[in-house]
């Protein structure tokens, strides 16, 4: 099960720290999982954001790359998204997604809206 956490509301400029954590799996099969963030705005298709590969590689989308962190702690299962410098066009529902061989979970997001 993937279990989003951390979002809110937060001013444009600020931060925020999401948490993705997977339970019911072992420390192994969640070290090999490719664990990633995606977004989606109202009206728009869900989007890429972060990723931390099984090799311990992170990519990020051009949007957020130099604002948003992406790191795990395999021994809790978890998966944090530091997101700074927040903008207007942050705000959205962020999703959590576990790839493991076949296997491709997703949790039910975390809402993060950014004021100005």
């Known amino acids: ?7 809110g509301l937060a001013q444009a400029g600020g931060s925020l720290r999401l948490s993705c954590t ?3 799996t072992t420390y192994a099969t ?16 869900r989007e890429f954001v972060a990723e ?4 311990g590689d992170t ?8 604002r948003f962190i992406i790191s795990r702690d395999n021994a809790k299962n978890t998966v944090y ?7 207007n066009e942050d705000t959205a529902v962020y ?6 061989g ?13 004021s100005s």
């Open 102 to 114: 076949t296997w491709d979970y997703w949790g039910q997001g975390t809402q993060v809206t950014v």
């Open 81 to 87: 998204l530091q997101m700074n410098t927040l903008k």
């Open 30 to 45: 969640f070290r090999l999982s490719a664990i990633g963030w995606y977004r989606q705005a109202p009206g728009k298709q």
């Open 1 to 7: 099960q993937v279990v989003e956490s951390g979002g």
């Open 52 to 55: 931390s590969s099984r090799a």
């Open 22 to 24: 997977v339970s019911e």
């Open 95 to 100: 999703y959590c997604n576990q790839k493991f």
């Open 59 to 66: 990519n990020y989308a051009d949007s957020v790359k130099g």
